[in-house]
């Protein structure tokens, strides 16, 4: 059982994985036409991540606090 993942920056992307019973091959090539693209809009997961990490920030701001 094993995998791996190679990255040739600008160039290529080479992952496999194999186990007893199976394994595969996933092979991406760039050329010049090659275009990424990035979405400026947060995921419903990253939203609900950043409202936690505030949330136990304040708790434990106001936990070091004594209080009067």
Same mark, same amino acid.
């Given at each position: 059982?094993?995998?791996? #993942? ?7 992307? %080479?992952?496999?994985? %194999?186990? $007893?019973?199976? &394994?595969? /091959?996933? #092979? =991406? ?6 275009? =990424?693209?990035?979405? =400026?809009? $947060? /995921? $419903? ?7 936690? *990490?505030? =949330?136990?920030? *304040? ?8 209080? &009067?």
């Amino acid at each position: 059982v094993g995998a791996g #993942h190679i990255v040739i920056t600008g160039d290529t992307v %080479f992952d496999y994985r %194999f186990t $007893p019973n199976a &394994s595969t /091959e996933h #092979h =991406l090539d760039w050329t010049q036409n090659t275009m =990424l693209a990035v979405s =400026l809009v $947060p /995921e $419903p997961a990253s939203k609900a991540m950043l409202a936690a *990490g505030l =949330l136990v920030a *304040g708790w434990m701001r106001r936990r070091g606090r004594p209080t &009067s």
